[in-house]
């Protein structure tokens, strides 16, 4: 597609659920980061893919958060036992190669509500 | 860690006019990336300069440059000419060269008004 997509873009879920994010980054695009973003605050990293590995997972919170790329494209984090701290909208960015200067690119977010 | 500081939560400027955006940073490392990126409400985050640490020349992209100050870290955004598409949050980043580089650091943001 044009860009990186998210979906869903908005879910509520009630605490101790489940959740599941999807990324769609943009076609033939190699490195894949999920970042964090609470409300109030900058983005924090949380996870990175080149293709279908994950070679750095140091930001990711807790082991409730898991993220796969089994295929090197779609990309899937999910939240086990959700908590009300997890609330924030969660960013899933894309770049064509690994190298350090290219430019990411970033989707709209899927903003988590736990109530 | 490296840290990215914002020291300006929040900025407002006249429609037409010229307005600088703050950032300094802390790292030990000699080359690096330094981004400045907008979000609008969307909460996309879009690319608007970046500048590659070994390079002494300030970016420009048309109404955006920075002021890149190396010994000091310190990377500034000037917006000229302001409009009020301009209206968003700014966030400074950095992102190492090394194989730490996986990650962007952020600040936490800069909300600019632009009043007409």
């Known amino acids: 597609g044009a860009g990186v997509s998210q979906s869903p873009r908005y879910k509520v879920a009630k605490r101790g659920q489940d959740v599941a994010l999807r990324c769609d980054p943009i076609?033939?695009?190699?490195?894949l980061f999920w970042y964090q973003q609470a409300l109030g605050q900058g983005p924090e990293f949380l996870t990175y893919?080149?293709?279908?590995?994950?070679?750095?997972k140091s930001g990711l919170p807790s082991d409730r958060f898991f993220a796969e790329r089994p295929e090197g494209s779609v990309s899937t984090l999910k939240i086990q036992r959700t908590q009300q701290e997890d609330s924030a909208v969660y960013l899933c960015?894309?770049?064509?190669?690994?190298?350090?200067?290219?430019?990411?690119?970033f989707g709209e977010g899927s903003w988590l509500t736990v109530v | 860690a490296q840290t990215v500081t914002q020291s300006q939560p929040e900025m407002s400027v006249q429609e037409a006019e010229t307005v600088t955006l703050s950032c300094t940073y802390d790292?030990?490392?000699?080359?690096?990336?330094l981004f400045w990126y907008k979000q609008p409400p969307s909460r996309q985050m879009i690319l608007v300069i970046r500048?590659?640490?070994?390079?002494?020349q300030n970016a420009t992209e048309n109404r955006f440059s920075v002021n890149f100050q190396k010994a000091a870290k310190s990377f500034s955004l000037k917006i000229s000419d302001s409009q009020l598409g301009d209206a968003a949050m700014y966030f400074c980043?950095?992102?190492?060269?090394?194989?730490?580089?996986?990650?962007?650091?952020f600040g936490t943001g800069t909300s600019l008004t632009v009043i007409p």
């Open positions: 500048q590659e640490a070994y390079k002494q």
């Open positions: 076609s033939g695009h190699v490195s």
């Open positions: 790292t030990s490392e000699s080359d690096y990336y």
């Open positions: 960015a894309s770049s064509l190669t690994q190298g350090f200067g290219n430019t990411i690119y």
């Open positions: 893919f080149q293709n279908e590995a994950q070679l750095d």
């Open positions: 980043a950095y992102r190492s060269s090394s194989n730490t580089g996986n990650q962007f650091y």
